[in-house]
């Protein structure tokens, strides 16, 4: 990300870049940042844009071959091409002779580090991946843009305000967008705010539903089931995220057993690290063997369901009694 903002700063630009990778909003910024440094904003002459799998290489092409009319550079965006999964032999030939002022911006979600068009862009230009940022960082940019609205608040309070968000940042910007404005005029955001304001990820209602069979709280479990149901979740997703909380444990336990301590924990799990501090107690609840039980069981309750032994919304529910069940 650095390498691209040293280009825009020295007007310096590659002939290709490629930004890739989970975080869609940080693409999202630095695809603008490129397309703004590159042409001025009413400059559609000179701009071009293609999406999805459907692109044909050869318009691409030809589009490049285009001189830029009373202008340095023709600029041509390409989003979710699939070019870096899948072959695109023509274009990865052309991509070593391109003009000198064409530059093309490629954004993909996945890419083969294999595929010729990978090589190729790195060879011409910059592959950049945007991945899902670390605790650290987040907590940085979010207490970055709550000083500039003069608001403070605990790390306790900012912990349960990512809890809540999940680590996509497009997501944490919206949600700190609805709490900077229902805390306009107060300098403090507390987690009452916070609670008042901002919309629980899926998969963190999730979490509260295992939070609650570990409890043995069998009722407010499938409450929470039942909200996730009324939320329109579709209960093989349920089905699916409950195995993988259940692997999670398992693994925090597992570690937990090998005497690795906290942070060590996160990097191994690729949890944030607060979110292991929630996970130590709820393994705690659970022999390894019970935990490995109830991963097979969903993989068993998930195969019923699909030989149509039994209903899906059945499937989660039997889950969710068995392992809430008081001993």
Request: glycine share 4%.
């Amino acid at each position: 990300m650095k390498s691209i903002l040293e280009d825009i700063k020295t007007q310096n630009f590659k002939k290709a870049y490629l930004l890739y990778g989970e975080e869609a909003y940080l693409k999202h910024q630095y695809k603008n940042k490129l397309k703004n440094a590159l042409l001025p904003e009413d400059d559609t002459m000179n701009f071009s844009r293609f999406e999805g799998k459907g692109t044909e290489i050869p318009k691409v092409i030809d589009l490049a071959e285009t001189m830029p009319f009373f202008a340095d550079r023709r600029v041509i965006l390409l989003e979710n091409t699939g070019f870096f999964k899948n072959k695109a032999d023509a274009l990865a030939d052309y991509m070593g002779s391109l003009p000198d002022y064409l530059v093309l911006i490629f954004v993909e979600e996945e890419v083969d580090k294999r595929n010729r068009m990978y090589k190729a862009v790195q060879k011409q230009g910059r592959a950049v991946e945007f991945a899902r940022q670390d605790e650290k960082t987040l907590m940085t940019w979010v207490l970055g843009m709550m000083k500039k609205e003069g608001k403070k608040i605990t790390r306790q309070d900012m912990e349960d305000f990512l809890e809540k968000t999940g680590t996509d940042m497009g997501n944490i910007s919206q949600e700190l967008e609805k709490l900077l404005s229902y805390t306009m005029g107060r300098d403090v955001i507390t987690r009452a705010d916070i609670e008042a304001v901002c919309t629980t990820q899926i998969t963190n209602r999730i979490f509260e539903m295992i939070r609650a069979v570990t409890e043995k709280k069998q009722r407010k479990a499938l409450d929470l089931y039942q909200d996730l149901l009324a939320l329109k979740e579709p209960p093989m997703r349920i089905l699916f995220l409950l195995a993988r909380q259940f692997n999670l444990l398992l693994q925090v336990k597992e570690l937990l057993a090998e005497h690795c301590d906290q942070a060590t924990i996160a990097k191994r799990t690729g949890l944030q690290s607060f979110v292991v501090r929630n996970y130590i107690p709820m393994s705690r609840q659970y022999a390894a063997e019970e935990l490995k039980a109830a991963v097979n069981d969903c993989v068993q309750m998930e195969e019923d369901v699909k030989t149509g032994k039994i209903s899906d919304l059945l499937s989660v529910e039997l889950l969710i009694t068995k392992y809430s069940r008081a001993a």
